[in-house]
């Protein structure tokens, strides 16, 4: 059963600060102040990524930019986490993992356009939007391709807006690492700057924060069991 | 003999004009339209970096960037150029390699403040100047430690500035590859949008081109020689 579909807010509430008192107190103080800055406006998503030393560490990169939600296509590649590279950030992210249907890629665009995200494809050859002109206020879900191909056909199809990093150079591409990292950034600082309400929800951050208790907590799901029979009898 | 060192600006015109009669009019066209965004205003220093894949993936950024000179300090460790991942990028760049003294670093961080750089530290820990709040009419020479212990003493005592990246996340620090390309991506951008004059000047261009061209010629000393001999009865 998922208990966050039933419980309402104030059992929430009462839920995570039974949680917090099997963790210590510095972790909870981390949490919350990690938890301030964290976003939904701009997500990544990763399609076929082959080298997963690359996809790992976009997942610290994300980490450390503040962004919380990960999209990770897998339409011919397992994908598997470098547990040297990603430094356990990839724990403190919502990894979304679209690996079951024919057209993966489609299936995660069509969900995040569903949610308002504006689908921005990183292509390094095309001319269209630089980096600094896309426009922050918007949702963003920002696509990048694999190593060998760029991105598919399907994602290109799906985009809104194709964007590009000022490039000068004799070498025509970035590292997706890179890539992933000046883009994402330059629009998490320009988004910061720009007024917006990038928080998360009041109810977002409270399922999120219950999420890194959670995982914070050996046999959780015991633990949880008990905690819900004993405050809310369920 | 330095050739560069006796020619005028004039001879090396000549000189220049001669490579390009045995290169691809494209390759040429290319050269040129490089050297036009080059620039030595801001330029990156890489401390004892053990994993050549980071400091390959660094040179790739700086010739992507438009950054020319890049100061390699190896106080312990043998620097290898990963050809994989810096995809002949440092073929394009000037690379300046201090290796030969017992304190390398000072060695290198005392040459760049005598050509006027200040020297910038990035340390993950400390909270000075933000990247966005760097100064970016100042000639900037921008040091990144290694993985494992960041910054040695002896550059951390030479910095002028200490600077950060803003982050939001349980990870305490970016990949060494990252941290690179956030901050010459930001610097560089700012640079280029600040109205100062960024570019190579006409002499450093010229000698550039002809670094360039001579590096795309099979037997360029062989070439040289000739031509100095025929062009300049040297």
Sequence with gaps: MNFEDILDYRQKQRYYSELCTMISPERVALFEKVVEERTDMQCVVLENIYQSQNAS?????????????????????????????????????????????????????????????????????EKNVFLNDLDVTRKLAVVFGNELNGLSEAAIEAADIYMKIPMYGFTESFNI?????????????????SGADYRLSPQRKLDTLIKWAKRSIKRSDLVEKELMKRLFDL
Excluded: F
Excluded at 81 to 90: E, H, K, T, Y
Excluded at 105 to 112: V, Y
Excluded at 177 to 193: D, F, P, W
């Design 57 to 125: 560490a976009v997942l610290r990169t994300c980490d450390c930019l503040g962004l919380q939600q990960v999209h990770i296509i897998e339409n011919d590649n397992l994908y598997r986490i470098n547990p040297d590279v990603a430094l356990g950030s990839s724990r403190w992210l919502d990894l979304h993992r679209y690996n079951r249907k024919a057209d993966n890629t489609s299936d995660c665009l069509a969900s995040l356009k569903a949610k308002g995200y504006m689908i921005v494809a990183t292509l390094p050859h």
């Design 177 to 193: 690492s890179v890539s992933a990292a000046i883009t994402m950034q330059n629009l998490g600082t320009r988004l910061r700057e």
